[in-house]
């Protein structure tokens, strides 16, 4: 019966991965990233109405965060269960569609794209407009460098969070009974209150000090995973590891130094410098060797370190619940 179901959760990981790599998020259809993002609004929103003290904020804020994440992965198992009912095939479908949905992959080039594609013609002002749907720093100023640093450093960083990371607890789902779609919406729904509402800054200080600090814990050993991953692919892991080792841990973030630095070590660049958030400069540490420039065939790179990173993940988790199902099946008498 496991084996069944390991069986299932290994042919369900393959064809998500290619349904992303395939197609991807379509522009105007319905993901559940959005659905989160609603409820998210409007649970903040509404605790913002009740003017409560700093402690009742932080402690709504607790529970904002966990219901969130908890629904977000029971409502993938329901959706999942309610679908293999009517036909073993129509489940299997639905828990293809949502895991690639939590899988950027494709997103993730598409986004650099629609930046690179302008700049490549000399069209900076529209380079500057789409990279500001992308990234949170000021873009109207940027120069062609400052658009192609922003582009790598969001590449580097979704790579870890937007990427590999939901693949990590889908890989972990596989291997418990509620499969893969509840822990990678879990960490999906995580991630995504973290982006909207994990600020330090007013009015999120309390309300999303939960939810950072938690997206933080879930997220540090698949960005350690995927620092040595990227090593690895680099073909020169020591060095990667060793500018990792002397430059990440000055970025603020536990996460995004790691992940931003071993794609800098890897592809023999620098990133970090000076950013402008809403009119307020910011120095971030400076991450990796300027050995060479940063241009669009840097980020062609990353976007493939990723991609491969990806597909090795996919490789080694099928592998081991094969082994899993062979070892387990030799168990039976």
């Keep these: 019966m496991m084996s069944a179901l390991w069986f299932n959760h290994a042919i369900a990981l393959v064809l998500a991965a290619a349904l992303d790599r395939i197609v991807g998020d379509p522009w105007g259809w319905p993901h559940p990233v959005q659905a989160i993002g609603q409820v998210i609004t409007w649970g903040s929103q509404s605790i913002f109405r009740l003017k409560l003290s700093s402690l009742g904020e932080r402690s709504l804020g607790v529970l904002l965060g966990l219901g969130i994440i908890l629904g977000s992965g029971l409502v993938g198992w329901g959706m999942v269960r309610l679908a293999g009912m009517v036909h073993p095939a129509v489940g299997l479908g639905c828990e293809v569609v949502l895991l690639a ?69 889908a890989l972990v789902g596989a291997f418990l009974p509620w499969g893969s779609v509840p822990m990678a919406l879990a960490y999906k729904a995580a991630s995504t209150l973290d982006s909207m509402i994990g600020y330090r800054e007013s009015p999120y200080t309390h309300l999303g000090w939960f939810s950072a600090r938690f997206e933080d814990g879930l997220t540090w050993l698949p960005c350690r995973l995927t620092v040595a991953t990227i090593a690895l692919l680099s073909g020169n892991p020591r060095r990667v590891w060793a500018i990792c080792r002397r430059d990440a841990p000055a970025d603020p973030s536990p996460n995004a130094g790691w992940s931003e ?73």
């Design 101 to 169: 949905s939590c899988f950027a992959g494709r997103s993730l080039r598409r986004a650099a794209e629609d930046v690179l594609a302008p700049l490549e013609s000399g069209n900076i002002p529209l380079a500057r407009q789409r990279l500001a749907l992308y990234v949170g720093r000021d873009t109207e100023n940027l120069d062609e460098p400052e658009i192609l640093r922003a582009v790598l450093e969001t590449v580097s960083e979704n790579a870890t969070d937007g990427v590999l990371a939901p693949l990590f607890y």
């Design 261 to 333: 630095c071993a794609y800098a070590a890897a592809l023999g660049v620098q990133l970090g410098g000076q950013n402008i958030y809403r009119g307020q400069v910011k120095e971030k540490p400076l991450l990796g060797d300027a050995v060479g420039e940063i241009g669009g065939d840097r980020i062609d790179q990353a976007l493939t370190l990723t991609r491969h990173a990806f597909l090795l993940w996919i490789v080694v988790g099928v592998s081991a619940m094969v082994a899993v199902m062979r070892w387990t099946s030799s168990l039976v008498p």
